[in-house]
C-alpha cells in the first residue's frame, strides 16, 4: 500500500504487455544500430556502379565519334567525288565546243586573185578602195581574225548578200540568220552596235527586207575604218604582202 504522495517504485512498475515486448524483441539491439553494414554495401554498390557508368558512356561516345568521322570521310570523298564528275564534265563540254568549232571552220574568204602592187598600193589610200576588192577584203578580214574582231568583216558581208536578194522568202531566212549569228546577244559572234541601231533592226525584223541591217552595216563599217584600218595599214600582214610584191616587181 502507497500513500497519497509516495511516488511509485521501479519495482512497482507495470510489466510491459506482450505486445511491446514482441516489438521490442523484433528490433532487438541491431535495430537500434544505424544499419552501419548495410549503408556501407549500399555506398560500395554505388561507388561501383559510379566507376561503370563512365565506361559505358564513353563507349557509345567513341561509338558515335566513329560514326561522326565515317560521316565525315564519306561526305568528303563524295564531295570529292561531286567535284571532280563536275570538273570532267565541263572539262568534256570544253573539248566539244572546241572540236565543234573546228569541224565548223572559218568560213572560206572570197575567191579572187592574186592582188597586184598597185591595188596593195590603192589599200593605202583609203579604206574605200580597201573594201572595193575582194583581195582587200580578204586581207584585211585576214587581220581582223588577228585581232578576234572578223565577225564584222563576216556581218558586213552577209548584209552584202542580203542586198542582192529578191526572193521574199530567202530574204527572211537570211535575215533571220544574220540576226541570230550577230544580232542576238547570245551569240558568240554578236557585233557591238548601239541600242537606237538594235531597236531599228527589231523593228524591221517584224517584216523583214533587203534593207533590215543597212544602218548596223554602216555603223559596223564606220568602225573598222575609224578603229581598224589604221592597225591593218601599219600591219605585219600589210607590210609583207607590199614588200613581197614589191620585190617581184623589181624581179621581173
Sequence with gaps: MRGAGEQPS???QPAATG???GEESRRGPAADTPMGSERMEMRKRQMSTTQEIP???QAPLSTGN???NACCFCWCCCCSCSCLTVRNQEEERARRTSHELQAEGIPNCEESPAPTLEEVNAWAQSFDKLM???AGRNAFREFLRTEFSEENMLFWMACEELKQESNK???EEKARLIYEDYISILSPKEVSLDSRVREVINRNMLEPSQHTFDDAQLQIYTLMHRDS???FMNSA???????SLSEKSIEA
Design 10 to 12: 521501479p519495482g512497482d
Design 19 to 21: 505486445g511491446e515486448a
Design 55 to 57: 565506361g559505358a558512356a
Design 66 to 68: 566513329q560514326g561522326s
Design 132 to 134: 572595193l576588192t575582194p
Design 169 to 171: 522568202s530567202v530574204i
Design 229 to 231: 584600218y589604221p592597225r
Design 237 to 243: 600582214i600589210y607590210k609583207d604582202l607590199l614588200q
